[in-house]
């Protein structure tokens, strides 16, 4: 039944888009014929015309009022960033030139050590995979056209039990074997000639027994390179050069979150010549690991114009706005018996103005997850964190006036669900 609802829907969206290509095809033809542009480029289809292009798909469009996440389609890209990508599309470059250029820019505007570089990756998942390719295979042409196989190259990564994520997949790609630690005595006997990296889940610092500055301490008593996965950990800005000068040697971004770059963005920071090492095994260049891990030109150009935007911006004045649109949702919300507010923020990863609220069981036939699966049900669906124990906000992917729809939304729902 859902398959048949589904082909259904994409049949009236198919009649429409074909009915609206008629009369955009005329226009276009009757503008190309007009136009001395190439042959060949008349417009044939009418997709693409209205305002909601994802609504042409038949798709329901999201507000997000939860976080920058992926399959949702992560941030929205900075309109600065969408003009430079425009701009980008018009030439063809040498795409490693570009890297290089890219890279040198990025590194003069971020407050690196000496020695260290940037490379634009497709995404902090990506940085770790090419990163780790990197260590591995160091700038041998054999080594990097035979891995994932690591014979005659280290072979082992060490990392804290309580570090282990869904993300070091990436590292498993190199061929990489994890080997899991809790102590600083189970590090130092984890070590041996196989071991080609120590591996830092940022996010998991309060987790894991040995705290950021001992892990540095214990590679680098030990001469073993260190890797850090911050992908969501900006802001605060500073984030983006604080790790390099504690010493890791390369550190992971995304560009598609806060940042608002390509969502198909990341830096990969580190000591110049592992990032070098890094791109020799990634994009444009072939037979290697990484290939699949393609960064366009026009997405290079829009990391480097968004992060110049996030840099210049004044945080307390974007953490403010974004407080106040969680407020709008608190004053809606609280003359709701049973309701009640906390503010707290994630301490490394996200680390902005947040809002829990939370719901009394017993004057709530709804779970907050209930709540939550409702309003995500809705046309725009409403994406809010709905935990067992509380629904999470925050404001960094809500735009201007969405706040009141959130609240509005919630609103209902909770009095539909009082007792
Ligand atoms: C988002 C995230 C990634 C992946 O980043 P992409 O830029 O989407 O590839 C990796 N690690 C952590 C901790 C993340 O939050």
Known sequence: MARFGLNRRGFVGGLVTLAGSVFGGQRSFAAAAASPGRPGNTKITGFGESDNVYAELGLTTIINAHLTETVIGGSLIRPEAIAVMEKAAKHFVVMMDLEAAVGKRISEMLK????????????????????????????????????????????????????????????????????????????????????????????????????????????????????????????????????????????AFSGGKAIRGPQTTGLLIGRQEMVHNALLNMSPNEDTIGRPNKVGKEEMLGLLKALEVYLAEDQDLVDKAQSKQLETIVTKLSKIPGVTF??????????????????????????????????????????????????????????????????????????????
Do not use: C
């Open 112 to 251: 690196l050590p000496q020695g260290y570089g940037v490379i634009v990756t497709s995404g902090a998942a990506a940085g770790i995979l090419n990163g780790y390719a990197a260590i591995l295979t160091g700038n041998d042409p054999k080594f990097i056209k035979q891995i994932p196989d690591l014979t005659g190259m280290k072979s082992e990564v060490i990392i804290q039990r309580a570090h282990r994520s869904e993300w070091d997949h990436q590292i498993r790609t190199t061929g990489a074997k994890i080997i899991e630690v809790e102590t600083a005595e189970d590090v130092q006997k984890a070590i041996n000639e196989r071991t080609a990296a120590m591996h830092f889940q940022n996010f998991s610092d309060p987790d894991g027994q040995i705290k950021r500055a001992d892990w540095l301490k214990l590679a680098h008593d030990a001469n073993v390179p260190t890797f850090l996965d911050a992908a969501a950990d900006v802001p605060p800005k500073s984030r983006l050069w604080e790790y390099a000068n504690m010493g890791f040697d390369l550190i």
């Open 342 to 419: 906390t503010r707290e923020v994630s301490p490394i990863k996200n680390h902005f103005p947040s809002l829990q609220m939370h719901m009394d069981p017993a004057r709530f036939s709804a779970k907050p997850s209930d709540i939550a699966a409702q309003l995500a049900a809705m046309k725009p669906s409403i994406i809010v964190g709905g935990g067992t124990s509380a629904i999470e906000m925050t404001a960094i992917d809500l735009q201007p006036g969405e706040e009141r729809i959130v609240a509005d939304a919630l609103a209902s729902a909770l009095t539909a669900h009082s007792i």
